[in-house]
């Protein structure tokens, strides 16, 4: 790959991320920048998990997000959790379901997944839906 299609794919990544998220995370923007030619094939990866596949009885882009939120809570990446738990709530997601989910990693994972940033999330969420029914 050329430094002109690697170029373009960290362009597209860009308007990608502001698409899906709204922001660039900072450790997106420091692949970009210091593994550039990695990022065209993180991008095909993650153009491919965001595709809209429900036709083909895929998954939603709800489930998507709540699936990101939960696997960066088991992680231990409270920011991308948030981020993602952002893009899941945008795209119809609950408090009460993200906190049902967390439940789930929790029997299975243990509870520092909630104790860590678990909690945080659902209550990062939730006061975002306290801030839509008052606007």
């Known amino acids: 790959m050329n430094q002109s299609e690697i170029d373009q794919a960290i362009a597209r990544g860009k308007a990608?991320?502001?698409?899906?998220?709204g922001n660039l995370p900072e450790p997106i923007r420091a692949m970009m920048e210091h593994c550039p030619q990695h990022w065209p094939?993180?991008?095909?990866f993650r153009?491919?998990?965001y595709g809209d596949h429900t036709a083909q009885g895929g998954l939603d882009l709800k489930t998507k997000e709540l699936l990101y939120t939960v696997l960066d809570i088991v992680t231990g990446n409270l920011e991308g959790a948030i981020n993602h738990g952002n893009a899941a709530a945008k795209a119809g997601m609950s408090s009460r379901e993200l906190a049902e989910a967390c439940m789930q990693v929790m029997h299975v994972c243990g509870v520092t997944t909630w104790g860590k940033t678990g909690y945080k999330v659902v209550d990062h969420?939730?006061?975002?839906e306290r801030d839509?029914?008052?606007r």
């Open 125 to 128: 969420i939730a006061s975002l």
């Open 47 to 49: 153009e491919g998990v």
């Open 41 to 44: 094939g993180y991008l095909l």
């Open 132 to 134: 839509r029914a008052t």
């Open 16 to 21: 990608h991320f502001q698409e899906t998220l």
